[in-house]
């Protein structure tokens, strides 16, 4: 953003005060300065001068020390106890005093030179200059420290708007979020249902590309909020100890179904030299290749999209990624905007394979965060090799932790409270949970959840956040002070089942009280994992 300044750059007139009782040499001084953009201001007496200082900002005063009524060493202790004139340059002048004595009495009082008349008029010149220099210097400095203050208030209030751009965007964002995940989570969530549901052939097909579609449709709502995460400096890289090849096949598996749906191959080349176990970021590292495979297979056609993994031994240790396909190519002006946030390679791009334009984006602020690099090389229809390299450190294999058994044979006696506003996701959990052989108990705001918890003391609560009357984070505050005054009472699973996907709202819902988190659209295991963990 451009900083628009207002200069105060002027040309001044500087002002020189002349102090002396006698016209002849008052004028005799104003010819000798008479220099462009100099004025001399007249002073008969040494209480015109004052007068004058009252008024004007001066360079210089040069002032006659044998004054009647006021002498120049009065006029000039006078200007001292004045914060307005307290550092005025003085050069004294004096026909009469050229003693030692007078000339120290002079410097005591406060001038910076004593001049003896009759005035010789190069020295007068040669000294006088010297403070009109260091005048203009104090002017010019002066007028740096304005603009510069001028600079700071203006980044200042750039800043403050910046900021609540951000807030008001992250507030925008995370209503939109909410907005549409919770109509969301109706459409899988019934369409799981359904899928589990006796259907012929042609029936699962087309509730298969339901499901394929809302998920398509979910991954575009989290590529926005990732995005936003990140432009907002939420997002924080982690280290962590996995097996490189381990997490390298899940990727694999995970985008094979997408290659196969193409018909294309899905290939990968590991190095024999790649380490086993590293030390990284294995949720951000999937990430990036899952965004870049995925790109990959969206804009090819036939052939395939190949996954190598290499290390580069160096000073500092690095890993690159490429991700080579056979598919339709970049030109050379399309790359320059290519890991821009929202741009693809032309409108037709957009038309043609859809996509928010985020993917890329997001991978490159990902490798930067991680302290790597990322780039392409390309050619229309001779397909592209997306790279990465990323810092990673060797590590040993972690200790293996005891596997947690899925106990699905859970009781189904359980006492369950649904509390929920939207009727769809009612039904999405309704049934969902029927399929587990489970009930439950319906509130439709966090007042009631409150009312009939006190009144059946349930084992699990399903919390929404948002509701009317009073939210979810309200409503496990209450259960949970009334508890802490009731401590024989078993204190209840609050499980928060909400559309709010940030990271801040996870943690308001546990700094709230409750115990679980789960983010609509929810999948069905997730739930089962909930339920068998009580």
Not at 389 to 413: R, V
Request: overall charge negative; hydrophobic content about 40%.
């Amino acid at each position: 953003m451009a900083l628009q300044i207002e200069s105060k750059k002027k040309e001044r007139t500087t002002k020189i005060l002349i102090v002396d009782d006698r016209l002849e040499n008052l004028i005799a001084l104003e010819r000798l300065l008479a220099w462009p953009d100099i004025e001399c201001m007249r002073a008969f007496s040494g209480n015109d001068a004052l007068k004058l200082t009252l008024h004007h900002d001066f360079a210089l005063a040069i002032i006659d020390v044998q004054m009647p009524d006021m002498d120049g060493y009065e006029t000039v202790e006078l200007m001292r106890s004045a914060k307005r004139t307290k550092y005025l340059p003085v050069i004294f002048v004096s026909a009469i005093y050229q003693e030692d004595f007078h000339i120290i009495k002079g410097i005591e009082t406060g001038a910076v030179d004593f001049i003896s008349k009759p005035i010789i008029p190069e020295i007068l010149k040669g000294k006088v200059r010297v403070f009109l220099e260091l005048f203009q210097q104090k002017q010019l400095l002066a007028e740096l420290l304005h603009e510069k203050e001028q600079i700071n208030q203006a980044l200042h209030e750039a800043k403050e708007k910046a900021e609540l751009a951000t807030k008001t965007k992250s507030i925008f964002l995370a209503n939109m979020s909410h907005e549409i995940r919770t109509p969301l989570n109706g459409v899988i969530g019934l369409t799981n249902i359904l899928a589990k549901t006796k259907l012929n052939e042609e029936q699962k097909e087309l509730v298969d590309m339901v499901i394929s579609s809302g998920e398509n449709l979910l991954s575009i709502i989290n590529d926005v909020l990732d995005f936003s995460k990140i432009e907002a400096g939420q997002v924080k890289i982690e280290k962590n100890t996995f097996s490189l090849l381990c997490e390298l096949g899940k990727v694999i598996k995970t985008m094979q179904f997408n290659a196969n749906i193409k018909g294309i191959n899905l290939l990968q080349s590991l190095d024999d030299n790649l380490p086993r176990y590293i030390s990284s970021d294995p949720v951000r590292l999937k990430q990036i290749l899952i965004n870049l495979i995925n790109n990959a297979i969206k804009f090819t056609q036939k052939g395939h999209v190949k996954l190598t993994c290499k290390p580069i031994e160096d000073k500092n240790p690095m890993l690159r990624f490429e991700i080579q396909d056979t598919g339709i190519g970049i030109s050379a002006e399309a790359i320059e905007k290519l890991f821009k946030e929202f741009s693809q390679a032309d409108s037709t791009t957009t038309r043609r394979f859809g996509g928010t334009g985020l993917g890329l984006a997001i991978s490159k602020n990902l490798v930067n965060l991680m302290g790597g690099s990322i780039g392409v090389e390309s050619e229309p229809e001779k397909g592209s090799v997306f790279w990465f390299e990323i810092p990673y450190e060797i590590a040993e294999k972690p200790e293996k932790k005891e596997a947690k058994k899925n106990n699905l044979s859970f009781n189904t006696n359980i006492k369950i409270l649904l509390a929920e506003d939207n009727p769809i996701n009612q039904k999405v959990a309704f049934h969902s949970l029927r399929q587990l052989g489970l009930t439950c108990d319906l509130a439709i705001n966090g007042k009631e959840a409150v009312a009939k918890h006190a009144e059946n003391h349930y084992d699990l609560i399903l919390m929404d956040v948002q509701m009317p009357e009073m939210d979810g984070l309200e409503a496990s505050r209450i259960i949970r002070s009334s508890q802490a005054k009731n401590p024989s009472e078993k204190p209840v699973i609050i499980a928060a089942l909400t559309a709010n996907a940030f990271k801040e709202d996870k943690n308001n819902c546990l700094e709230a009280g409750m115990n679980y988190y789960l983010s609509k659209p929810f999948k069905p295991n997730e739930l089962i994992e909930l339920i068998s963990s009580l």
